[in-house]
């Protein structure tokens, strides 16, 4: 299974496509192979030990980010375990699995308990939705059926780096023991995308009125070192550039572009774009990247 993820650790250069991999029975070991072209070959991983990998049996509802999700939801596996872990361990980065919509967009998430309640099936319940910056592949629901994988360290990393993106590779997985030539070999094509090397959206937007217009905030966030209490995170940009949107409906009426976490919207631009004071604004915010583009926006509909 080809997983396109966003960034799960501060190893440089980040992954941009990774491979889960499962067989049965298992070979003792499966090498990846990848090529630019289709004719030269390379060992580009090799997976110790069978994924975790099965699909969801529930529907499960959007939940809500940054704080726990009240939620259940069952799992098949095709083999392997699940356990239970405290919150302290969970916070320190356990349990992390990607569970996939039906578009092929994966959302991290993590589990704290997991209940063995049949046969190679699971109960996972207090959740922590979007994780890694993945709020904006939630599904709603995500469906019964989605793929599930355990993001533990027999995940194989495929491509990374600014180098690899865009750029088709075919990949080929086999037994370790045998060439990538063997007609047992799986063969794959992934061409790998930006979503490991976007920032991620802001958070806590906020917007006040004032006799000259409306100032908009928020805070940005950091795919790299931000887990310290103390002082700001990391930029983890060349740069520091943000675009705000005001929204009519489904229409942009105006884009500001920013190299700050914040804004300023005039009363008279307001009067051109609405013709009138709005009691309140559906606003989308974006850090940009100079070198992949606008993020995934943070959307909110902030009252004045």
């Given at each position: ?23 049965n029975p298992w070979p003792g070991g499966v090498a990846v192979w990848s090529s630019a072209d289709g004719l ?12 975790i990998v099965g699909q969801t049996l529930d529907d499960l509802p959007a939940g809500p980010t940054a704080r ?198 005039a009363s008279t631009d307001e009067l051109s774009d609405f013709g009138a004071p709005q009691t309140s604004l ?23």
């Amino acid at each position: 299974m080809l997983l396109d993820l966003p960034t799960l650790s501060d190893v440089q250069p980040p992954a941009l496509a990774r491979l889960a991999v499962f067989a049965n029975p298992w070979p003792g070991g499966v090498a990846v192979w990848s090529s630019a072209d289709g004719l030269s070959y390379g060992r580009a991983g090799l997976a110790l030990a069978p994924s975790i990998v099965g699909q969801t049996l529930d529907d499960l509802p959007a939940g809500p980010t940054a704080r726990w999700q009240n939620a259940s939801l069952r799992v098949q596996l095709y083999a392997g375990l699940l356990a239970s872990v405290s919150d302290s361990t969970l916070l320190a980065g356990a349990n992390a699995a990607a569970v996939q919509r039906d578009d092929g967009a994966w959302e991290v998430i993590q589990f704290a308990k997991a209940e063995l309640v049949d046969a190679r099936t699971y109960l996972i319940s207090r959740l922590l939705r979007g994780q890694a910056g993945s709020e904006w592949a939630l599904g709603a629901p995500l469906p019964a059926g989605a793929p599930f994988v355990l993001l533990d360290r027999h995940i194989v990393t495929v491509a990374s780096g600014i180098n690899a993106l865009g750029r088709t590779m075919q990949l080929r997985a086999v037994a370790e023991s045998r060439d990538h030539g063997d007609l047992t070999a799986l063969g794959l094509s992934v061409t790998p995308r930006a979503t490991a090397l976007m920032p991620l959206s802001p958070v806590h937007l906020k917007a006040k009125r004032d006799v000259n217009g409306i100032s908009f905030s928020w805070i940005r966030r950091t795919r790299f070192d931000g887990d310290s209490w103390v002082g700001e995170v990391p930029l983890g940009e060349g740069s520091e550039q943000y675009q705000l949107e005001i929204l009519s409906g489904t229409n942009v009426v105006r884009a500001v572009t920013t190299a700050t976490p914040s804004a300023f919207y005039a009363s008279t631009d307001e009067l051109s774009d609405f013709g009138a004071p709005q009691t309140s604004l559906s606003v989308r915010v974006a850090q940009i990247s100079a070198t992949v583009g606008r993020c995934f926006p943070a959307q909110a509909v902030l009252k004045l």
